[in-house]
């Protein structure tokens, strides 16, 4: 007769022995990892982190995170020290890889039940993944009319894109879209340009903000290259100028823009701008652009109301693992009314407490983050703590932040910690440039428009930016 029950004191004290291995193994990584980065980087990413199985045959060992990001994270930034740190201590070790942990407290039991404590969510979630932006159009493929809510701030602006959509260059040229900030003005000509796109290839469809359109134009003249830039500009045929208003009052830019725009115009070729106000009261532009941008049609974009801002956050979560209470979206609806870019950024926030926190977000902890949110600049923090806490958290040093270093992986932490002196110390663009890198200010906005665009887009790049804001306010 079989005797089962010793069978599985003899599995139960394989676990264990497994367990406790395990355990003191890894213990012993982590004490080695931790003197060697920040403290703080420290109890982010590996604090919570487990070795949660070893197949002895690869010579692999299997290092568990508790989510995605934290996952993809270790993965890229800390395995030659994880790896260096295991084979050293355990030398069967060849090889590791990384897995999410289920936030059940994880079952160790080794390779037969594996299955069962890990999470294979990673292949579903890509939040690592950075939009890729059309270099040809420069557009942005997760612009679209799919998940662009109409409503009645937006019925007219939304209605007369659809008309040019479907007639390119015929109906109302130039389309004029006017709104405040984070109503929805780059994300409607971003997803037009998709659609026209979509509609035929041989449609060829150019996206620039007017700042990069600026750039061009300082840049051809004072290269003696304006041949190219007219090339670049004439030969299309749609134009999609963003935030327009930023044109007025630079001389050489608006007069070729002014030509640019006849020559298109007179082509038939489709012009689509946008502004934060309508044409006429832009104060430096001249007159005669002014009346130019009003020969076609132009319609404003105004505040959403409660039922489309609630529309809104509804189709912002569809595609998330976590659920959030009705009640919530219902009270961020109720609370945010002015900006769907901040509607969207309090969302987010709340699904990176419940997600990557494990906190149940109540009425009193939403409360919490709006505050936090709203009156983020009642606390004194200066630029040096913003750097700092930045450098730290990317493990570069803060010369690399400050001085003009080219680094392809400085190139985010710069432009995050850029945008987070503007958007935390209201610092003016000339001036962070000057503090990182001795840029120039037109690279500080571009910086700053760069992630206020992707921040919303791209859930990597937004827990990032959250963890560095909880890491300025909380030190
Ligand atoms: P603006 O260019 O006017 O400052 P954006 O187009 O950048 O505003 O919009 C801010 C954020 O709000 C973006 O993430 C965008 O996707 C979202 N958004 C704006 N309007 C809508 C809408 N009608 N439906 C869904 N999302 C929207
Ligand atoms: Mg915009």
Partial sequence: MINFETINAAVDNKNNKFIMESKNLWNAVLGEIELQISKPNFLTWLKNSELVEKKEKEGLALVGLPNNFAKEWVKNRYHKLILGSLRALDSS??????????????VLVPSLNAKKSLSVSSEIQPSLVESRIDPKTNLNPRYSFKNFIV???????????????????????????YGGVGLGKTHLLQAAGNAICEKSEKIRVLYISSEKFINDVVWAIRNKRTDDMKKKYRDVDVLIIDDIQFIGGKTATELEFFYTFNALYEKNKQIILSSDRPPAAIPTLEERLKSRFQVGMVADIGYPDYEMRLAILKTKIQ????????????????????NIRELEGILNKVIFYQ??????????????????????SAKNITANEIIKTVADFFEISQSDLTERSRKREIVEPRQ?????????LKLSYPHIGERLGKRDHTTAIHAYEKISREI????????????IRERVYKT
């Avoid at 009425?363 to 983020?376: D, R």
């Avoid at 995050?416 to 935390?424: G, K, Q, S």
């Avoid at 919303?456 to 963890?467: E, R, V």
């Fill in 151 to 177: 409503g009645s701030s937006n019925d007219l602006a939304y209605a007369a894109m659809q008309a040019v959509i479907k007639e390119v260059g015929v109906k109302y040229n130039p389309l004029f879209i």
């Fill in 93 to 106: 070790i060849k090889s590791v890889d990384y897995v999410v942990k289920t936030q059940n407290p994880v």
């Fill in 456 to 467: 919303n887009q791209n859930p990597g790049l937004n827990q990032k930016i959250l963890m």
């Fill in 416 to 424: 995050i910690a850029m945008f987070l002196l503007r958007e935390l």
């Fill in 319 to 338: 595609n998330q693992e976590t659920h959030i209470d009705e009640k919530i979206l219902e009270q961020i609806a109720a609370k945010i009314q002015k």
């Fill in 355 to 376: 997600q990557y926190k494990n906190e149940k977000i109540d009425t009193k902890k939403l409360e919490e983050i709006i505050n936090e949110t709203i009156q983020v």
